[in-house]
């Protein structure tokens, strides 16, 4: 069995992200009765509530915080130097792992990274969800990148400006080189999208 998908089912993740989900359902009706209060006239119960979401905000985030520390440990314990695997991570959460990655990556010096991002299938409606966030990342870093053509799950992002011997090999097999706006067009596609969840 995958192990993403036993790590994504694990009691302890689930009932994190769950417990995130009560929270934020909290904050958000929290916000409404802060924002109705407010128009009724009442300023002090429109502060009390105000006050109360942005303290199912704070759990919400910590929870959602725990969880993606979670699963990035139980996803990477086994992972091959290079190598980080995204799975069970929000998009946003995905960003800032990846974004810490290439950063470490540079300073060792690493001609690239392998991103394991999933190809979409268990997001709602099999769509990926990273293609903007990849777009942003990409362009921030000003990088090139690779889908692996053994594995459209993959995203070989060449690190400095050294010849990345992955990179190579996908444009051997036929995988262009890939920058920002190539990768957001591949990644829309519902078959070879990248995503998390």
Not at 19 to 28: I, L, Y
Not at 37 to 42: I, L, M, R, T, V
Not at 141 to 156: C, F, R, T, Y
């Amino acid at each position: 069995q995958d192990a993403n998908l036993v790590h994504q089912s694990n009691p302890q993740y689930v009932a994190l992200r769950d417990r995130a989900r009560q929270e934020g359902d909290a904050m958000a009706r929290a916000f409404d009765a802060s924002h109705h209060a407010y128009e009724s006239g009442d300023g002090a119960r429109a502060k009390e509530l105000s006050n109360e979401g942005h303290a199912h905000k704070s759990e919400m985030e910590r929870l959602n915080r725990e969880a993606s520390q979670w699963i990035f440990y139980q996803n990477n314990t086994d992972s091959k130097p290079g190598e980080v695997d995204l799975h069970g991570l929000y998009v946003k959460e995905a960003i800032q792992y990846t974004d810490k990655a290439i950063l470490e990556a540079q300073q060792r010096g690493d001609p690239e990274i392998h991103l394991i991002v999933g190809k979409g299938l268990h997001s709602l409606g099999g769509h990926a969800k990273i293609k903007p966030a990849i777009e942003d990342l990409m362009r921030k870093h000003d990088l090139v990148a690779a889908l692996d053509p053994d594995n459209n799950g993959v995203l070989i992002v060449q690190i400095s400006g050294r010849r990345s011997p992955d990179v190579d090999r996908a444009r051997e097999r036929g995988a262009p080189l890939l920058g920002a706006a190539d990768i957001s067009r591949r990644l829309e596609q519902k078959d070879d999208g990248c995503l998390i969840m």
